[in-house]
């Protein structure tokens, strides 16, 4: 059993609900994110998304997009940002999933990074801009490699959708709260709900909602029917907010903790 489904199972049996915290590599530097990545799991984090930045991230909203923008200053590549995360792994056992696009993992070789992110301790990939129908080969490298692979599903996702991701998902299926990009708002579409009960018919994975939480209280609202919630924009727009801090990964702990209140 991975750590991604030992982390749901346990969860399961305790009767709680997952949470799942965002952050972009590299923002502001490796070294903080490292901490981060710490202070998040200390934190109770279910799952660390770590999202790669990329130069063109047009699934996310202004937030995230500027985060991307602060890392890529530091001029890393993945081959960094694995050694970070191999470093962070011998003090956390919070399973870790990288969250990106597809152009940074094939400039960095599909294999290469099978290899290297099961070597650094991550546990799974998602990749946005990659849909079941052209994610064999890296399915079958992470596959290879005992990593998950995980798939985004939408309000706008037919049954036939739905069924796919379900046959080439694994560890769990991010499901979209709404259309468009990440970003935080003040109420959380009910599409969302309908959404999470339309793909547990295909599905005995756990489904994490996301985009656009961003409240202790859209946070509890969610977990009523979802297995975990994903916060990214707020927490990203906490550190922006926060950047010049001496103690930024701490807060960023509390900040997560009181968002999962």
């Given at each position: ?135 064999g080969e ?16 939408a309000p ?50 756990p489904i ?54």
């Open positions: 059993m991975g750590r991604i489904e030992n982390g749901f199972t346990k969860l399961k049996q305790q009767g709680r609900r997952g949470f799942i915290p965002f952050i972009t590599a590299g923002d502001p530097d490796l070294a903080i994110t490292e901490q981060i990545l710490i202070e998040l799991a200390h934190a109770g984090a279910t799952v660390i998304e770590l999202g790669v930045p990329f130069s063109d991230p047009m699934a996310d909203g202004p937030v995230i997009q500027r985060a991307s923008e602060r890392a890529l200053k530091n001029s890393f590549g993945l081959a960094e940002l694995l050694e970070m995360v191999a470093r962070a792994r011998t003090r956390i056992d919070t399973p870790i999933i990288l969250f990106s696009y597809f152009n940074p993992l094939l400039q960095f070789g599909i294999k290469r990074l099978a290899h290297r992110a099961k070597a650094s301790g991550v546990d799974g990939v998602l990749v946005t801009d990659l849909s079941p129908e052209e994610s890296l399915e079958t490298e992470l596959r290879a490699h005992s990593l998950d692979m995980i798939f985004l599903v706008t996702s037919t049954d036939e959708r739905l069924k796919l991701v379900a046959e080439h998902a694994s560890g769990f299926v991010y499901a979209v709260a709404r259309t468009g990009v990440t970003g935080t708002r003040e109420t959380v579409s009910v599409e969302a709900e309908k959404l999470v009960k339309r793909m547990r018919k295909f599905t005995s994975l994490a909602v996301g985009f656009g939480i961003s409240s202790a209280q859209q946070v509890k609202d969610v977990q009523r029917y979802a297995d975990a919630v994903v916060v990214g924009s707020a927490i990203v727009a906490e550190m922006e907010r926060l950047t010049d801090a001496s103690d930024l990964a701490q807060k960023i702990g509390e900040f997560t903790r009181a968002l999962n209140s």
